[in-house]
């Protein structure tokens, strides 16, 4: 079925350990985003990448880093994961234009650190 | 203070029952207006789209912006057990599609 891909769907880490969660979608879409969501808070912007070949901080981009591996691919890395990190991780797409409705959102990445 | 507010709920209504649910936004530069539904454990889904100010209208749901007040709301006429959701409201205003979104708001419908 054509959508956004996360992996892993879930994932402990222990305090300071490091990982990449990865994103691939198979709409051609041109902009590709990573959110988190906590109690309460509702979907925090992390980084966004507007098009191949750009990527810009969001909201809360502190602890993460980001690479647009191609059009299809949207990495998100925790260097050194802190327990503030535990969240649901959630990425997205869309198509570049006021014209494009929405985003199609993954099934998320539900990660711990202890 | 938060660009986008959105009270949390819960909200909990019997099966057949009008819900509203609102957001209040302070960015008077957002254009475009959306609710998103989440399922428990799952990602969320496009639900409504309206660009700019005025009243959107698929099937159960409506969809109203009045952006002179800075405020936005969605209805759900006869709601189903099936509507028992997290609503999220969100908008944005640029081509990068950013979205900003509310804190969403869980709904509960009892047969």
């Known amino acids: 079925n054509a959508g956004v891909t996360q992996t892993p769907k879930f994932q402990v880490l222990k305090t300071g350990q490091s990982m990449t969660l990865q994103c691939a979608q198979d709409?051609?879409?041109?902009?590709m985003y990573w959110y988190r969501q906590d109690p309460g808070m509702g979907l925090r912007l992390i980084y966004y990448s507007a098009s191949e070949g750009t990527t810009d901080k969001g909201e809360v981009p502190n602890g993460y880093n980001v690479s647009r591996l191609n059009k299809r691919e949207f990495s998100l890395r925790l260097e050194s994961a802190a327990p503030s990190q535990t969240s649901v991780y959630f990425c997205a797409s869309k198509e570049l234009g006021l014209d494009s409705y929405g985003y199609t959102f993954g099934s998320g990445t539900r990660l711990t650190v202890v | 203070q938060k660009e986008v507010e959105q009270d949390p709920g819960p909200l909990s209504v019997p099966e057949g029952a009008i819900v509203s649910l609102n957001c209040t936004y302070s960015?008077?530069?957002?254009?475009?207006f959306m609710w998103y539904r989440q399922y428990s454990r799952k990602g969320p889904e496009l639900l409504m789209y309206?660009?700019?100010?005025g009243n959107k209208e698929d099937g159960r749901f409506t969809a109203q912006v009045d952006k002179s007040s800075k405020y936005i709301s969605l209805f759900i006429r006869d709601s189903q057990p099936s509507d028992s959701a997290t609503y999220l409201c969100?908008?944005?205003?640029?081509?990068?599609?950013?979205?900003?979104f509310g804190q969403g708001t869980t709904l509960q419908v009892k047969p």
């Open positions: 969100a908008m944005g205003s640029s081509n990068t599609g950013k979205l900003i």
């Open positions: 309206t660009y700019s100010s």
């Open positions: 960015n008077s530069a957002f254009q475009y």
């Open positions: 709409m051609n879409h041109n902009s």
